[in-house]
């Protein structure tokens, strides 16, 4: 046994279980049921500490192409040996808390009632004995995990996950019950405390492990029968952008269907999610593809949250008879706004690199802030007061958005008739023979395409208002779809401008800035249009949450928004737009943002905790994000598959010298 190893990594472990119960944490998830009344969460944040640290004294870090030993029994000591110590360091914890209770003035936490948790209701003597007993216990079942046919590790691991999964995910699981009428099923399952019922957790443990291997394979052959291509042809690639659209119509039809299953909690979470992705689009579009690392991001945020209360509200301190106007019609403004305010902040920082970027569009966030809260521009913002009632509807004392569907048909018959045009036009060239190399549009289809078109935009324009839509800014399912509309427009807009020429030359500037403006890129203007997108999606997110909200204040622009939006962006993967969809799930939609609410309640005071270990953990073991966009991953692997290319290389014939 290596006992260096086994006591570094039980000391680091005893430490890891006393931040944990120092810090607050145990306790604020003490009350919270898994199985109840077998397991609290708090105890699930204890107990998996000394089956890893156990599992990493054991675990063998060997080069690539080395032999590995093959487990043995010796392994499940030296885990339990690791388990003992982080226990031992805990039990110790414990012990000088109750011997001192002065250690109460530094951390609070460490209260009389957590002291008699550890302790199990007897002398800390008896509690340091157990915590021992228990850490060895656990330690040994990680160092022994390499010994068990991965069989048992596969059932093991899918008990572990669907039980947390579903006590964890309580809040959206009870909604959808109880929404569907299934509230006999949901009381079968859950306890009154909300956790897990002990037969209800063994009936899902045996379904879904069961599930697992009945699925086994499955989703693979599903996948391997839809024509994607394996090849980077104009063709594949035609036929992967069809898929994915055909996808993100399900999805976006999914989501729009979605909020009828969920309570108003969950609604106003995801609410909040929706913006978060949609602030977090236009981040990635100036951290992810143009490499511009902008700390100041929320200025454009409140430029465009302010410039739609300051023309929708009834009481804008910028004008003596304010204009009031509706959503829609103060969007373009919002738009024209927030690209003014990416050209003024982008001009001054676009020959600065790296980390003097980031400090400079930091202080023009700060700047920005403070304007807004000044009393020198206070008759035109408002200063400490903001600017109230914003959005509101004439006569009404709440507000939102109105949808007139009239114009909208009209919108998406214009569309229509542009890609009917532009299919036409195609279908006119390959005629003529000088697009062979491009598929043959259908004829029919284009026709039907430029006839509904123009159906849809004479229709819509005779009747704006033949059917007008109230989305009160109160109601969250209403908003959540609206915000919704704008993320798949945000996603659109990402999508087609990564592979568009721009997309490309933001991708080689943020490669290497030099080479790029040798190869002729335009450096400035890219920059620039970098920012000015980049603005423009932050400002969508600034006027859904002014009527969202109906009041902005200065405060709601504070620095930290920057810091978590640029968070989601890299947990969730720089450059990746699914990326930034699932790292604000995770990040906003479980734990919950600077203010917003999460679906783990607990977490509270802890969100930023968390965020830093976190964002530790993702920049040591998977620092292309959780989803990451295949260019950026093998850019950021490039020197690890450089050191394993030696392994592909043909043996050199015998007599051929070197």
Same mark, same amino acid.
């Given at each position: 046994?290596?006992?260096?190893?086994? /006591?570094?990594?039980?000391?680091?472990?005893?430490?890891?279980?006393?931040?944990?119960?120092?810090?607050?944490?145990?306790?604020?998830?003490?009350?919270?049921?898994?199985?109840?009344?077998? !397991?609290?969460?708090?105890?699930?944040?204890?107990?998996? /500490?000394?089956?890893?640290?156990?599992?990493?004294?054991?675990?063998?870090?060997?080069?690539?192409?080395?032999?590995?030993?093959?487990? @043995?029994?010796?392994?499940?000591?030296?885990? %339990?040996?690791?388990?003992?110590?982080?226990?031992?360091?805990?039990?110790?914890?414990?012990?000088?808390?109750?011997?001192?209770?002065?250690?109460?003035?530094?951390?609070?936490?460490?209260?009389?009632?957590?002291? &008699?948790?550890?302790?199990?209701?007897?002398?800390?003597?008896?509690?340091? $004995?157990?915590?021992?007993?228990?850490?060895?216990? !656990?330690?040994?079942?990680?160092?022994?995990?390499?010994?068990?046919?991965?069989?048992?590790?596969?059932? =093991?691991?899918?008990?572990?996950?669907?039980?947390?999964?579903?006590?964890? $995910?309580?809040?959206?699981?009870?909604?959808?019950?109880?929404?569907?009428?299934? @509230?006999?099923?949901?009381?079968?399952?859950?306890?009154?405390?909300?956790?897990?019922?002990?037969?209800? %957790?063994?009936?899902?443990?045996?379904?879904?492990?069961?599930?697992?291997?009945?699925?086994?394979?499955?989703?693979?052959?599903?996948?391997?029968?839809?024509?994607?291509?394996?090849?980077?042809?104009?063709?594949?690639?035609?036929?992967?952008?069809?898929?994915?659209?055909?996808?993100?119509?399900?999805?976006?039809?999914?989501?729009?269907? %979605?909020?009828?299953?969920?309570?108003?909690?969950?609604?106003?979470?995801?609410?909040?999610?929706?913006?978060?992705?949609?602030?977090?689009?236009?981040?990635?579009?100036?951290?992810?593809?143009?490499?511009?690392?902008?700390?100041?991001?929320?200025?454009?945020?409140?430029?465009? %949250?302010?410039?739609?209360?300051?023309?929708?509200?009834?009481?804008?301190?910028?004008?003596?008879?304010?204009? &009031?106007?509706?959503?829609? &019609?103060?969007?373009?403004?919002?738009?024209?706004?927030?690209?003014?305010?990416?050209?003024?902040?982008?001009?001054?920082?676009?020959?600065?690199?790296?980390?003097?970027?980031?400090?400079?569009?930091?202080?023009?966030?700060?700047?920005?802030?403070?304007?807004?809260?000044?009393?020198?521009?206070?008759?035109?913002?408002?200063?400490?007061?903001?600017?109230?009632?914003?959005?509101?509807?004439?006569?009404?004392?709440?507000?939102?958005?109105? /949808?007139?569907?009239?114009?909208?048909?009209?919108?998406?018959?214009?569309?229509?008739?542009?890609?009917?045009?532009? @299919?036409?036009?195609?279908?006119?060239?390959?005629?003529?023979?000088?697009?062979?190399?491009?598929?043959?549009?259908?004829?029919?289809?284009?026709?039907?395409? !430029?006839?509904?078109?123009?159906?849809?935009?004479?229709?819509?324009? =005779?009747?704006?208002?033949?059917?007008?839509?109230?989305?009160?800014?109160?109601?969250?399912?209403?908003?959540?779809?609206?915000?919704?509309?704008?993320?798949?427009?945000?996603?659109?807009?990402?999508? @087609?401008?990564?592979?568009?020429?721009?997309?490309?030359?933001?991708?080689?500037?943020?490669?290497?800035?030099?080479?790029?403006?040798?190869?002729?890129?335009?450096?400035?203007?890219?920059?620039?249009?970098?920012?000015?997108?980049?603005?423009?999606?932050?400002?969508?997110?600034?006027?859904?949450?002014?009527?969202?909200?109906?009041?902005?204040?200065?405060?709601?622009?504070?620095?930290?928004?920057?810091?978590?939006?640029? /968070?989601?962006?890299?947990?969730?993967?720089?450059?990746?737009?699914?990326?930034?969809?699932?790292?604000?799930?995770?990040?906003?939609?479980?734990?919950?943002?600077?203010?917003?609410?999460?679906?783990?309640?607990?977490?509270?005071?802890?969100?930023?905790?968390?965020?830093?270990?976190?964002?530790?953990?993702?920049?040591?073991?998977?620092?292309?994000?959780?989803?990451?966009?295949?260019?950026?991953?093998?850019?950021?692997?490039?020197?690890?598959?450089?050191?394993?290319?030696?392994?592909? =290389?043909?043996?050199?014939?015998?007599?051929?010298?070197?």
């Amino acid at each position: 046994m290596d006992w260096g190893k086994i /006591v570094r990594q039980g000391l680091i472990g005893g430490v890891a279980l006393s931040f944990i119960v120092a810090v607050g944490l145990f306790e604020a998830f003490a009350n919270r049921m898994v199985i109840d009344p077998i !397991l609290t969460s708090g105890w699930v944040l204890v107990l998996w /500490v000394p089956v890893v640290f156990g599992y990493r004294a054991t675990r063998q870090v060997v080069p690539d192409g080395a032999t590995v030993r093959a487990a @043995r029994p010796a392994d499940i000591a030296a885990g %339990a040996v690791t388990g003992a110590i982080a226990g031992a360091v805990l039990g110790l914890l414990v012990v000088i808390t109750s011997a001192k209770p002065d250690v109460r003035d530094t951390l609070l936490a460490l209260s009389p009632s957590l002291v &008699q948790r550890l302790s199990f209701g007897h002398s800390v003597g008896y509690g340091f $004995g157990v915590l021992t007993l228990g850490g060895a216990i !656990l330690g040994a079942i990680g160092g022994g995990i390499d010994l068990v046919p991965q069989v048992v590790r596969r059932v =093991v691991s899918t008990v572990v996950v669907t039980i947390l999964g579903f006590a964890f $995910g309580e809040l959206v699981v009870g909604d959808i019950l109880r929404s569907l009428g299934l @509230r006999s099923v949901d009381q079968f399952f859950y306890a009154q405390s909300r956790g897990l019922k002990p037969l209800g %957790a063994v009936i899902l443990a045996v379904v879904f492990v069961a599930l697992r291997f009945l699925l086994k394979g499955k989703f693979k052959a599903i996948r391997e029968r839809i024509p994607l291509g394996t090849g980077e042809t104009e063709e594949n690639r035609a036929t992967r952008r069809n898929w994915f659209l055909v996808l993100g119509i399900i999805a976006l039809a999914a989501g729009a269907w %979605a909020p009828n299953l969920f309570g108003l909690y969950l609604n106003e979470v995801l609410s909040n999610v929706g913006l978060f992705i949609l602030l977090g689009l236009g981040l990635n579009i100036v951290v992810g593809f143009a490499g511009l690392l902008d700390l100041g991001y929320v200025a454009f945020f409140a430029v465009g %949250a302010y410039t739609m209360a300051i023309f929708t509200s009834p009481a804008s301190p910028a004008f003596d008879a304010p204009p &009031q106007w509706a959503f829609f &019609q103060a969007l373009p403004l919002v738009l024209i706004a927030a690209a003014l305010a990416g050209l003024f902040i982008g001009t001054p920082v676009i020959r600065m690199r790296g980390d003097y970027l980031a400090i400079v569009t930091l202080g023009f966030g700060e700047i920005i802030r403070i304007a807004f809260l000044s009393d020198w521009l206070k008759p035109l913002f408002g200063g400490a007061q903001g600017v109230l009632q914003a959005g509101f509807f004439p006569g009404e004392q709440r507000g939102g958005i109105i /949808v007139q569907w009239g114009l909208v048909l009209a919108t998406i018959g214009i569309i229509t008739l542009i890609v009917g045009l532009l @299919r036409l036009n195609a279908t006119r060239l390959i005629t003529a023979g000088k697009m062979s190399d491009i598929r043959a549009y259908s004829q029919p289809v284009t026709i039907g395409l !430029l006839v509904a078109g123009a159906a849809l935009t004479i229709f819509g324009l =005779v009747s704006p208002g033949f059917a007008v839509w109230k989305i009160y800014g109160i109601e969250p399912p209403s908003m959540f779809r609206i915000t919704l509309v704008f993320v798949a427009l945000a996603a659109f807009v990402s999508w @087609r401008l990564r592979d568009s020429r721009v997309g490309r030359a933001w991708m080689a500037i943020r490669e290497d800035e030099q080479i790029a403006q040798q190869m002729g890129i335009n450096i400035v203007t890219t920059k620039l249009l970098a920012f000015v997108m980049g603005a423009m999606l932050a400002s969508l997110g600034g006027a859904l949450f002014a009527v969202k909200l109906g009041s902005i204040y200065p405060h709601s622009f504070e620095i930290m928004q920057s810091i978590i939006i640029l /968070v989601v962006v890299i947990v969730g993967g720089m450059g990746s737009i699914k990326g930034v969809m699932i790292g604000a799930l995770v990040l906003i939609g479980v734990l919950g943002g600077p203010t917003q609410p999460g679906l783990l309640r607990e977490f509270g005071e802890y969100k930023l905790l968390v965020y830093g270990v976190l964002l530790i953990w993702m920049m040591l073991k998977r620092p292309e994000g959780l989803w990451p966009e295949a260019r950026r991953a093998k850019e950021l692997h490039q020197e690890e598959m450089l050191q394993d290319a030696w392994l592909n =290389v043909e043996p050199a014939s015998e007599g051929v010298s070197g």
